[in-house]
């Protein structure tokens, strides 16, 4: 990997699978999803590997950063799938002021 077009490619990869993965979850496919997972770690490991090392310009990291929340979005969602009972605490708790919370599941006073 050693020109920007490369390392873009390789972000834009891992969008994919992620996005992949997230569809995977919705349809309760599991075999699929940890098939995909796979593939995702080898393109994150490569990526890893030269991420330091390429020059990015203002314009090239805005790229960069929308393919990362992306990225983070879908992950974000996968998890909320993939384990109902964290989604329904993270709602809880988004809903809720932490003294609120704490009162309401320890009974605290």
């Excluded at 979850?25 to 590997?49: G, H, P």
């Excluded at 020059?55 to 929308?66: F, G, M, T, W």
């Amino acid at each position: 990997m050693n020109s920007k077009t490369d390392y873009f490619e390789r972000y834009e990869a891992i969008a994919v699978v992620s996005s992949r993965m997230l569809s995977a979850a919705r349809d309760a496919l599991w075999n699929e999803l940890m098939e995909l997972q796979e593939e995702y770690r080898s393109l994150v490991d490569t990526l890893r590997e030269v991420d330091s090392s390429v020059s990015l310009n203002e314009q090239d990291r805005l790229r960069k950063y929308d393919l990362i929340r992306q990225i983070l979005a879908d992950d974000a969602a996968i998890r909320d799938l993939v384990n109902p009972s964290v989604a329904r605490l993270s709602a809880f708790f988004s809903a809720r002021r932490p003294a609120h919370v704490l009162k309401e599941l320890f009974g605290a006073r």
